[in-house]
């Protein structure tokens, strides 16, 4: 793997950078922690009641005042304008690739897996992308397949460096604690965290929902049926994720959220499979693309992290439409030593030996 400057283990949320930067991350940071409800440790949001949430459409108990509304977008807005470096391409990433053509690399082994990184021209990108891959070695063979992605301001290659999936994997792997399994790690960084909201058809959906997994069926030989996949993220990596879970409930048996978030008008896994307008009258979102069965749900974030607040208002907005989750929270922040320490309990919930096993709260 190519050398290159990665963020310090110590980071809150982006690598050190200029001065610039690190007011707005600052900024950012302090504009995102502010208002009520976000340094409280309740058991349930504040305020939050049955009348708080609309069936299907989860709506924040803080999602009233302006302030509230505008605190995740406006706080990706300022992150992003300090994080051009993120998108820097590597020199393999600069190599022409034409249409249809994928091009494999093995970059490492542990004891149990290989390593690869896969490189395929993406028609809904209109540029060629890349994911990794941790695929067991023979005699093991994988029938299904984990899409792991990465933070807004971090890169598939980090997955393994600050979070030590493979490690984790081929440990957990190498005690029988997890069947094996296919992981994909796809290059998941866009321009603009804005154009991804407001657009109803955001290109993560094709590349990370469609694209990439009939690669992996193909060279795997993974079927495409929903208990063979799951999916899941850090951060952005979550925000992704959740998105394509509901939208594609027909393609994922599980999904995972790590100090993620969600738009509060999103519909969640509506019961009737008709509802698949683009958006509902009340503003409510119901683009489903493929309607089916709502997946095992696993939620984690630190009580420490700016995003805390908005993740207990998911986890208690599902279960006030009748959609369990698996809510996991510790003391810590937006950080690699946080995410470290749910990397483990992740992978068992995806990958363990039964994972249609009714989940527990």
Known sequence: MNARTTPDKSRQI?????????????????????????????AAPVGTTL?????????????GTWVSRLRVPVTFALLSM????????????KAPLAPGQIEVMRLSETRLLVVDRIRFWSERMKQPRYFLVLAPKAPLR?????????G??????????YLHVADEYDAILERGEVRPVIVAIPDV???????????????YLKLVAEEIPAIVSRRYGIALDQ???????FSF???????????????FASVSVVSGFFDPKWTFWPASSTQTGKVDADGSDRNIVAPGTFPRLFLACGTNDWLFATMRSLHHGLEAIGISTEWSNAPGGHTWKYWSSVVRPMLLFHLGHDPRESSTR
């Open 14 to 42: 982006v690598p050190r950078r200029s001065k610039l930067t690190t007011r707005l991350v600052t900024a950012a940071v302090a504009f995102a922690s502010s208002g009520a409800g976000f340094s409280s440790l309740d």
């Open 189 to 203: 960084r866009f321009e603009s965290m804005r154009r991804l909201r407001f657009d109803p058809d955001p290109p």
């Open 142 to 150: 994988a029938e299904d397949a984990f899409i792991l992605n990465h």
């Open 82 to 93: 300090s994080s051009r470096n993120r998108l820097k391409m590597e020199a393999f990433e």
């Open 152 to 161: 807004w301001f971090d890169r598939p290659e980090y997955m393994l460096q």
């Open 227 to 233: 208990d063979h996949w799951a999916i899941g993220g």
């Open 237 to 251: 990596g979550g925000y992704l994720s959740l998105d394509i879970g509901r939208r594609y409930p027909a393609r």
């Open 51 to 63: 009348a708080a949430y609309r069936t299907g459409v989860i709506v924040p108990a803080q999602r």
